[in-house]
């Protein structure tokens, strides 16, 4: 078999994003895809778990990636309707292409759905960004890992510790890969392109003089239901980022889900200030820029504990747990939960000490996407060629 040329009897990698964090992890993949010798082919499948224009097209224009290839088109809804929506969608797809394996990233809703469809299909599953662990069985995102690593075939990891994670459920060292993380071959490949904050937030309409009067600011996003569904967490949390605010001034992406909130719980107010800048989503290369010149970031989000770590920025993490322990042991990150005293403590030491100074983790070199082109294509074709015998 000439090494060159992928067998034409070998279906091609069907590749599923969903969500605004699955974007940035696809992206680099599909290059590397694309520029692996033999090339792998690809079908590009969008389950349409986020679709509007600041969640989805945006980032579908930074990072450069293809118009998907298929677009299920699910929408919002209930954790059930979303999944069961994805799946009865999905099924389709394997039926018309199929595929050699399919290829999920992250922990959305959509990961799980399309792991589920395609195992009970016979079809393996490649899962990128395998064996982080909150230990939180209360976040959505812990059941999709869990579940999803359990039924993979493939799990490739960002990160040591996820094969001890993995290993104690039970799953097998054979099927997991350690090859660093995707969503660093996706910042640095882009970090010269990112935006200057100045041309992000004249664009978005903010009064000049905010950057002028404050040389320095604080990033800030908020998402988890945990954070921001109930007015309880959300109201005492809003109140600490206004303490936080009178120490440096905060540009705030608001999600979707936490405008809502702040809206059906009438709390505009904690927010309504000139220390205060609420912007819409974000895309890529704007919040890139945000992040890189920010003093420090609050965040309760996966990804930008581990951009911050790579970045080298202070990040202070809204959160009681990490399934990231590396950001918090080689990198930047703190956890600091919800308690007022120690958020303040936090940006306290970061804005009197400078923070933590951090190392990048090993393999966050941004040649993930390659190792896994490399170890993929092997893999498909030895399973290959081991059916045709
Ligand atoms: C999802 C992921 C989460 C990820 C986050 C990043 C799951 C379980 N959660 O959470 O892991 O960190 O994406 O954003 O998969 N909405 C819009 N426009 C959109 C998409 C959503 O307005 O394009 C609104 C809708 O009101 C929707 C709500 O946001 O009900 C939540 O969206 P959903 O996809 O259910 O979950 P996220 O909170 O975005």
């Not at 690593?149 to 993995?166: G, H, K, V």
Request: aromatic share 4%; charged share 25%.
């Amino acid at each position: 078999m000439n090494p060159e040329l992928w067998p034409t009897d070998l279906g091609p990698v069907v590749c599923v994003v969903g969500a605004r964090p699955n974007f940035m992890k696809m992206a680099p993949i599909l290059r590397a895809f694309a520029a692996h010798q033999p090339a792998l082919p690809t079908v590009l499948v969008h389950t349409g778990q986020h679709y509007d224009k600041d969640m989805n097209d945006r980032l579908f224009v930074d990072l450069r990636l293809p118009h998907p290839d298929i677009n299920l088109e699910v929408g919002s809804g209930t954790h059930a309707v979303q999944t069961a929506d994805v799946m009865r969608r999905f099924e389709p797809v394997l039926e018309t292409y199929k595929p050699s394996c399919v290829l999920v990233v992250g922990d959305v809703n959509s990961t799980l759905a399309c792991t589920l469809v395609s195992v009970k299909r016979g079809v393996p599953v490649v899962h990128v960004e395998a064996g982080l662990r909150s230990y939180d069985r209360g976040m959505p995102e812990e059941i999709n890992r869990v579940l999803t690593d359990q039924i993979a075939d493939l799990l490739y990891t960002t990160e040591r510790s996820a094969l001890d994670n993995l290993l104690r459920e039970g799953i097998s060292a054979e099927r997991v890969r350690f090859v660093g993380n995707v969503m660093i071959d996706s910042l640095l490949s882009n970090r010269e392109f990112a935006h200057s904050p100045a041309k992000t937030l004249s664009e978005a309409g903010v009064d000049a003089a905010f950057l002028k009067d404050s040389q320095e600011f604080a990033v800030v996003t908020l998402h988890r239901p945990s954070n921001v569904d109930q007015i309880g967490t959300l109201q005492p949390l809003l109140s600490v980022l206004r303490e936080v605010s009178e120490k440096i001034p905060l540009i705030f992406a608001l999600h979707p889900r936490t405008r809502a909130n702040i809206e059906r719980f009438a709390l505009h107010d904690l927010v309504n200030s000139k220390r205060i800048v609420l912007l819409p989503p974000q895309g890529y290369l704007e919040m890139l820029g945000l992040m890189s010149g920010a003093r420090l970031v609050l965040t309760d989000s996966g990804g930008l504990q581990e951009e911050t770590t790579a970045l080298g920025i202070p990040c202070l993490t809204i959160r009681e747990n990490t399934e990231r322990p590396i950001t918090v042991e080689h990198g930047t990150n703190t956890m600091v939960g919800s308690d007022r005293g120690t958020i303040l403590s936090g940006v306290d030491e970061v804005l009197g000490g400078g923070g933590k100074c951090g190392r990048i983790p090993e393999f966050w070199d941004g040649k993930a996407a390659e190792r896994i082109a490399a170890d993929l294509s092997l893999w498909l074709i030895g399973r290959h060629r081991r059916t045709l015998k």
